[in-house]
């Protein structure tokens, strides 16, 4: 994948080929930090030029271009696709019953109720590919700490963790043109609610992280 200029495991960032990319929060983010909690972390240390690599760096530039970039006009990574975490946390429970509404988030919203409660971000490692392009089948872990509220909870700063496996349906040129999870929602969601509840909002942004950080 080209244009890795200035990050080790996305594409897409910086380069003459972005000069008129629209970014959401100002400018392209930096992933210093995240990729630092990567690489302490990580279970997998792929081979250069292997399969397992580029799937994973696929992905981290996917994640990169869904959350930070503000138009499908600019993205690299896909075909046609929209959508972050949101469209991944859809939910059968009643509404009386959802600590998180991906009816009522916005990719913004759900995008910041992340980053603030992942403040060193919510890394991405491959586990496994079990098949190659045209349709990549692949076993991920997520994880980061709770630092940060979420949803009225206050941080624990224990170490949040998910597993799961996702199909990406990519082209010839590795564009994405599909994407499905296959995960828990609960192991996500219930790591997150363990925190004592928040009663006022000031004590709740106090702890929050005032700058839209990283995922992936």
Not at 74 to 102: A, H, M, W
Request: charged share 25%; glycine share 12%; hydrophobic share 30%.
């Amino acid at each position: 994948m080209s244009g890795m200029e200035g990050d080790k495991y996305r594409s897409y960032l910086h380069g003459e080929g972005e000069l008129n990319t629209n970014w959401r929060y100002g400018g392209p983010p930096n992933y210093d930090i995240i990729n630092k909690l990567f690489e302490d972390e990580r279970t997998k240390v792929w081979p250069p030029g292997s399969l397992e690599e580029k799937v994973q760096n696929l992905v981290k530039s996917w994640e990169m271009e869904i959350f930070h970039k503000a138009s499908l006009e600019v993205f690299k990574t896909i075909n046609k696709l929209g959508g972050g975490y949101n469209p991944q946390l859809q939910t059968s429970l009643p509404e009386e019953l959802r600590c998180y509404d991906p009816e009522k988030e916005t990719d913004e919203s759900s995008h910041k109720a992340f980053v603030t409660t992942f403040p060193r971000g919510f890394a991405f490692e491959v586990l496994k590919v079990y098949t190659g392009p045209p349709q990549i089948v692949l076993k991920f872990r997520h994880w980061g700490y709770n630092e940060g509220p979420f949803k009225g909870h206050a941080p624990t700063g224990d170490l949040v963790e998910l597993y799961g496996v996702a199909i990406y349906q990519v082209d010839e040129g590795m564009k994405i043109g599909r994407v499905e999870f296959f995960y828990e929602r609960g192991e996500l969601l219930g790591g997150l609610l363990k925190g004592a509840a928040i009663d006022s909002p000031a004590m709740e942004a106090a702890s929050s992280c005032p700058i839209l950080r990283n995922t992936g």
